[in-house]
């Protein structure tokens, strides 16, 4: 089974290079680029933009997400304090909800992107939405709108619109992002100290998406640390307010660089054309006198190929031929979509480790230890603490070093390591919650304290930033490089799908989370985490190999070409010289 979808992801991934190099001394004088290191092109000055715009986002939505879980599940007596009173369950439930709405919806953005106004007039129109969102939730949490009773439907109705807002933006401002790589083939380069380099398009996506990800946290830090303190000093409507007038700001700078953006417009419909191409394809495997082509075939898409290569496969009608809209690069488009798009699903395990940072592990740290003025919902904020420090150590120095000592650590490598660490971060979640079980002052307090010190938590958030590194990006960056070109925002979209699958779970199991139940809600994450780690691995290593392939394939391809030129610049002079001796040769007799 495996050996034949190796032969299908390889048929998929037949992709036509065009090498123009005539006029570039360097690339001609490497007809043989295996020798040369790989290494990244810096960030276009256009990508720093949205780079700055996602920092300024992302500060908004972990800044004003953080007091999620202690606003509504704690009232205004409680230690940690709260507004609506609504306990742990609804808060994680509602927590839950709010991530699966915010991962369901880039579908919607993506197909809004691809189809009708492009990635950048999309975004712009989302962030109004998403904007409209931000100011429901900080106008229903002031003191006098909370007295009315408008707190819970304001924050619900404030979930939705934020929802579809971010939902709207989150799937297309990374692959936007990526776009601003013009030179989207390999080529040789000569750095300052005369060394000559071939600059990797794949590594330069991989280094974009990491620096990405930093801006992400650096966001989620800043947001992180200073909204909660809002919380506890001022009130929880000051904690929205600035995520509010953050975002307002993230919306300036993404027009501030419009004139730079590199900005690909709308193609053809996309899900409507890929809808009917696969009703077409089982409407044609489904004839009877293709009964024996079926047998034949690798594929069931290839029956909608003009030109399929199918032994005994039935003609078409002139009546088919004007009903087919696409042709069969498109085709085979969709089958290196629906290859790429196998991993996302497995994913959505892991995410559920994630997903404990906002709502369980703010609970749990509700009721250890804490110094006097700490909130308990800043704890988490030592994930983008561990994010800062480790994505430039993993991008400038482990990465490099792997590929300088030939060591392979390929994405599908990547995940499962990414895997591992989540299953890791919530065994010792579980170990944590079990001395808070048994600690003395948490059984006389009725479970509202312990004596087990919050700062114990603080390995669980480095490792789950280990398995972002590793398994987060990973996954974002292999969504953009194996989409095909008119379908970068969907596919990028379906790579936040196992999100929203694992909220659903999260939400599935929300009811069982509470107290004395987070030892075993821990435990089965973790298990869940690493089988599905295995079985991951198990399914998508050989997908590694084959992107090697594919590469060492595209490279050869190029070298070929940059040779073809050199014979065609050494002939050059020859034939100069024959016409030359032949209108000689004229002129004497």
């Known amino acids: 089974m495996i050996e034949e979808d190796d032969k299908k992801f390889e048929s998929n991934f037949q992709v036509k290079t065009e090498v123009e190099f005539e006029d570039d001394p360097i690339q001609a004088k490497y007809e043989n680029t295996s020798s040369l290191r790989r290494v990244a092109e810096g960030i276009p000055i256009a990508a720093w933009f949205i780079l700055v715009n996602e920092f300024c986002e992302r500060f908004a939505y972990y800044g004003g997400s953080t007091p999620f879980q202690n606003y509504v599940q704690n009232g205004p007596t409680d230690d940690p304090a709260g507004e609506l009173n609504r306990g742990q369950s609804t808060a994680t439930a509602l927590q839950n909800f709010f991530t699966f709405f915010c991962y369901f919806t880039p579908m919607l953005g ?4 691809d189809q009708y106004m492009g990635r950048y007039w999309t975004i712009i129109i989302f962030s109004i939405v998403y904007m409209v969102g931000w100011l429901i939730l900080t106008t229903t949490s002031i003191p006098s709108a909370l007295a009315n009773g408008a707190g819970f439907p304001g924050y ?4 939705i619109v934020i929802g579809f807002g971010t939902g709207g933006i989150k799937g297309i401002v990374s692959p936007l992002c990526a776009d601003q790589y013009r030179k989207t083939e390999n080529y040789v380069k000569e750095l300052k100290s005369g060394e000559h380099v071939m600059v990797d398009y794949d590594l330069s996506i991989q280094h974009l998406y990491n620096w990405f990800y930093w801006a992400i946290n650096v966001g989620s830090l800043l947001g992180g640390v200073i909204c909660p303190l809002l919380e506890l000093n001022v009130g929880f409507y000051a904690a929205f307010l600035l995520p509010t007038c953050m975002f307002f700001v993230s919306i300036l700078v993404f027009v501030a660089g419009s004139k730079l953006y590199y900005k690909p417009g709308p193609t053809d419909s996309v ?6 191409l696969i009703k077409f394809a089982n409407k044609q495997a489904r004839l009877p006198e293709n009964k024996e082509a079926r047998k034949n075939c690798k594929d069931l898409l290839d029956f909608a190929k003009r030109d399929s290569g199918i032994p005994a496969v039935s003609a078409w009608s002139s009546e088919t031929y004007e009903v087919v809209k696409w042709d069969d690069t498109f085709v085979e488009e969709l089958k290196q979509a629906v290859m790429a798009c196998k991993i996302f699903l497995p994913l959505s395990i892991y995410w559920i480790c994630y997903n404990q940072l906002s709502n369980n592990l703010l609970s749990q740290a509700g009721v250890m230890y804490r110094p006097q003025g700490l909130p308990n919902d800043i704890m988490n904020n030592f994930d983008p603490i561990a994010l800062l420090i480790f994505i430039p150590i993993t991008d400038g120095f482990l990465y490099p070093l792997l590929r300088k000592f030939k060591i392979d650590f390929a994405s599908q490598k990547r995940i499962t390591v990414g895997f591992f660490f989540g299953a890791f971060a919530m065994v010792y979640a579980a170990v944590v919650q079990h ?4 600690d003395p002052l948490f059984i006389e307090s009725g479970g509202k304290q312990s004596n087990v010190t919050v700062f114990l938590q603080i390995p669980c958030y480095f ?11 990973t996954s974002m960056e292999y969504a953009y490089t194996h989409a095909p070109k008119s379908m970068k925002s969907l596919v990028s979209a379906l790579s936040l799908w196992p999100n929203c699958i694992a909220a659903l779970i999260s939400l599935a199991i929300s009811p069982s989370a509470h107290d004395p139940n987070m030892v075993w809600v821990y435990t089965g994450v973790a298990i869940g985490a690493f089988v599905f780690g295995c079985i991951y691995y198990y399914c998508f290593n050989h997908y590694d190999r084959l992107d090697e392939d594919f590469r060492i394939k595209r490279m050869l391809e190029q070298d070929n070409a940059i040779a073809m030129i050199s014979i065609d610049e050494k002939q050059e002079p020859e034939l100069t010289a024959e016409a030359e001796a032949e209108a000689v040769e004229k002129q004497i007799h």
């Open 463 to 473: 490792l789950i930033a280990f398995s972002e590194i590793f398994a987060s990006i």
């Open 156 to 159: 619900v109705v404030a979930l």
């Open 110 to 113: 993506a197909i809004v992107a």
């Open 271 to 276: 899900i409507i054309k890929t809808w009917n």
């Open 435 to 438: 001395y808070i079980y048994i």
